[in-house]
């Protein structure tokens, strides 16, 4: 064969590949979808989600939050998964809720691409067709996470999205209708940026009584939120004490101001939190859910509803009862009580 023509014939042919190689890696690119890292808190039922350090983190496609469908994330949002390798995935609503258990080892992943899931989807007994979804379910890193549209969230699922712009995204699956709109009431409060609250705390060592006054701020921060009261008491003591919760745990502090000085408390003599910062964390925890027995309304007057909340026996909060008074229009706190036989008592009104 002439050796110019073969020259000819390898370069077609080389060209030929590499039209096709690009032909295929565009095609790729394409079915390839990017996925960012939330730029603002979530909180599932008041829990803080810490994306930062999460092994699957929540992730943004297109403006819509997506939910890994890992078993503890499925759990916490009462939710039931099955995985058939004919019939695919299968999601339903579940009886119960259990507490969210984040994962923190994350590898440091800086991209997180995905890609349409091309098996089939049973959503509450509906078959989804996913290529035909705005927001379709996807796979990042070897997960199928899905998207928290109000079709699917609200409408399927019976959740609640709440948004702004201080706190960010607030999700709330609880099942008890009274005790969801208690707890959205609870964290529009305590999630403000400022309020000025008074009150008393009586001491179980020696059922003392001590009436307070303070002013409380909260600030965002990367990966959470940062608490903080100034405290005057009855005495005209003055103290400092705070909180930065950054979903997977919390750093707090306490001081006292001493002729103008700062002067820090040892957190160790009070187990680990302040009196003054405890008497402000009023929220209801997750782990605290699941122990309640019973949840009480009565309407006071047409602008104000009193709940009472009391657990159940055996429990680690059986000796203790809760009442919250809440503004109906506002949807905020008007005051706030524990009652408890076995740790400190007190009671908070709020100003704002």
Known sequence: MNIKRFQKILCIVIMACICSLHSNVSANNKDTLTMLLPKFNIFLNSQLIDNSVSKYPLLVYKDITYFPMTWNYSQALGLQTEWNNKKGLKISKSDSINELKQDYSNNKVKN???KKVSFNIELNGKNIDNSKEQYPLLECNGVTYFPLTWEFAVK???WDLKWDNNSGLKIYCIKDNNLKNLVQIIDNTYLLSAYNFKGSITRDHDNSLESINGTHTMTNIANGYQIENNIKTSNNELFKVGLKNYGDGTKKWADQIVNGKEVTINLKLYGGNHPYMDITEFQITNSEIKFIKNIETVNETEKTK?????????????NTTYEYVVDIEKKLLKSYK???????????????
């Open 112 to 114: 997180y691409h995905a």
């Open 156 to 158: 399927e699922f019976g």
């Open 306 to 318: 009193k709940y009472t909340i009391t657990f159940k026996e055996t429990s680690p909060y059986e």
């Open 338 to 352: 524990k009652k408890s036989s076995t740790s400190n008592s007190h009671e908070l009104a709020f100003e704002y």
